[in-house]
């Protein structure tokens, strides 16, 4: 708006300084800024909105022609005495003709509010947005919480008697994993090296529990110096190994194969579909969870497919800078 007067400014008051004199000229080119501001300003951010919304439609109406008629008279009779009655006696045509001639500052102000309006409620709309998606993700980081806590407390202690070597083996896998979790709770992104180190060590307590029921392979079809540069989720492969051993059952003497395939841009994770016996209560909140961070971290979606086999993609987001990836 303040460009725009600069450049008018001049080109306007130009006319009537000539006309006029300075004495006149001057203190009408101020009159016209402020009074066409003023104006478009209660037209575009009040009557405007208020037809817009929908809520006050016939008072937006009754404004409307208020601030037409006001505006008028203020035009009218401002200019009038101005420039020394120039515009004779008040007529209703004459007050339409006032207003008329400040239609091209209307329209340039106009739309510059409108366009301030507009980004206004942009940058307030990505504000709620983003200040949501914090939300939801703090809500679904609370839900992923390691619920094998027991269960390998149990086989430690069963090591313990057993076999100490194994069990301080044991020990050292278990509580690496444990400070993984803790330590990326409140992460948004990790490297995918880290993430497949956490998967060998997960797996290595799984073997412990299952014995050889089920069986984890890894395969690579992208080079070793490029797992350090994508990002997953933290704990997608935990997840994506606890939904097989739930809702599948292996044998020691049909183990059922689990495959881990890293590509460039995804992480698969498949297994033949076996369902257990007894049906398993399940809300797949999970799942769910994951595929949620995934949509309001990097707009990505997880790939499911479920025929003879159970398929899940996720997908592998570039490096980015570390104030990114810590929330």
């Known amino acids: 708006m303040a460009v725009y007067w600069l450049l008018a400014g001049p080109l306007i008051g130009y006319g009537y300084v000539v006309q006029y004199g300075w004495r006149v000229g001057l203190p009408t080119i101020l009159y016209t800024i402020v009074l066409d501001t003023a104006a478009v300003y209660v037209l575009v951010f009040v ?3 208020q037809l817009i919304s929908g809520r006050h439609l016939l008072g937006g109406l009754l404004a409307f022609f208020a601030f037409f008629v006001g505006s008028g008279l203020l035009y009218f009779f401002g200019y009038n005495a101005l420039l020394n009655n120039e515009f004779g006696h008040f007529s209703f045509l004459r007050m339409i003709w006032a207003v008329m001639q400040h239609g091209r500052s209307y329209g340039v102000l106009g739309v510059l509010m409108l366009g301030k309006s507009y ?13 949501q998606a914090e939300s939801e993700l703090k809500t679904l980081r609370a839900q992923i919480d390691p619920h094998f806590l027991f269960n ?3 086989i430690l202690y069963a090591l313990i008697q057993q076999d100490r070597e194994e069990a301080s083996h044991f020990l050292s896998c278990f509580s ?8 990326h709770r409140d992460v948004d992104l990790v490297p995918l090296e880290e993430e497949l180190r956490f998967a060998d060590e997960y797996i290595y307590l799984l073997r412990h529990r299952f014995g050889q029921a089920y069986d984890f392979q890894t395969t690579l079809h992208a080079p070793q110096a490029e797992l350090h540069t994508r990002l997953v989720v933290p704990g997608t492969l935990q997840v994506l190994i606890e939904n097989v051993i ?5 044998g020691d003497d049909v183990p059922l194969l689990v495959t881990l395939d890293v590509h460039p841009a995804a992480l698969t994770v498949r297994n033949r579909v076996a369902p257990k016996r007894t049906a398993v ?7 769910r969870n994951l595929r949620e961070r995934y ?16 398929t899940v993609t996720a997908p592998l987001l570039p490096a980015q800078p570390a104030a990114l990836i810590a929330s």
């Not at 980004?119 to 200040?131: E, G, I, S």
């Not at 971290?297 to 086999?309: G, T």
């Open 281 to 287: 209560d399940s809300t797949g909140t999970g799942l």
């Open 246 to 250: 739930k809702h599948n059952r292996g």
């Open 152 to 154: 390998n407390l149990n």
């Open 47 to 49: 009557i405007l909105r």
């Open 119 to 131: 980004f206004d409620a942009q940058h307030r709309l990505l504000r709620v947005q983003k200040a």
């Open 176 to 183: 690496s994993l444990y400070r993984y979790l803790i330590r």
């Open 295 to 310: 949509r309001l971290l990097a707009d990505e979606e997880l790939q499911v497919q479920r025929d003879e086999f159970f």
